[in-house]
């Protein structure tokens, strides 16, 4: 992966990317994405996911994958992805820079609506459920697996929640017993990196309580 680009101001980020002999523009701006000859316009996107995969052969590190899937009202879906290599630190840190970049532009004019709209519906008393977790106002109902073909679903009150990220994957733990732990992967699971930003808010001052209070939060 070769790019090349800045942030031309705040609102907007501007990169070409080529992906082996193929070269394509990338740009974000306050409105959408256009990515090639594709464009999409954030008000026609519904769900965000986004990740990093490292890939390896016989164990070797070979490249590190970035990917960001929008899906569309339509329900069409729309991916931006580029990779480096992974034995070539001069390409993972411009890699890692490009995707930050990108992150920090969609966090603005996309992921962010994404958790203030949770927010709402958590106000409103409405549950939201993104993956193997539910937020209620009591806590975080998670579906789990006891055994492989064994799924539990259990409510864990904030006191006994824990929460924390694995490789690729955002899970939700019971204090009081580890084996009760849910997961769900970045790249698989719709609007995770904004709920992700939900718990963070949630874990901040006690807003978690907030919410069981039925306050405000």
Sequence with gaps: MVATGSIINSDTIELDVKQGI??????ID???VT??????LFSDVESLRYGVTNVSVHGIPTSVNYTFDFLETNN???RIFFSAVALSNKSKAEATEDNSEIVAILWK???SKAV????????AKRSVRVGNF??????IRITYRKFIFNKRETLLPWADCLKGVG???LYVQSNSNKKILAKSVFLRTWNLNAFHSLLNYLWADGNCYKLERGEKI
């Design 22 to 27: 193929f070269k394509k523009k990338l740009i």
């Design 30 to 32: 306050r409105l959408g």
């Design 35 to 40: 990515f090639g000859k594709k464009y999409v």
């Design 76 to 78: 069409k879906k729309f």
């Design 109 to 111: 004019h996309l992921t």
């Design 116 to 123: 203030n709209k949770m927010i709402a519906d958590l106000n």
């Design 134 to 139: 539910e937020i209620e106002s009591s806590g």
């Design 167 to 169: 490789p690729g994957y």
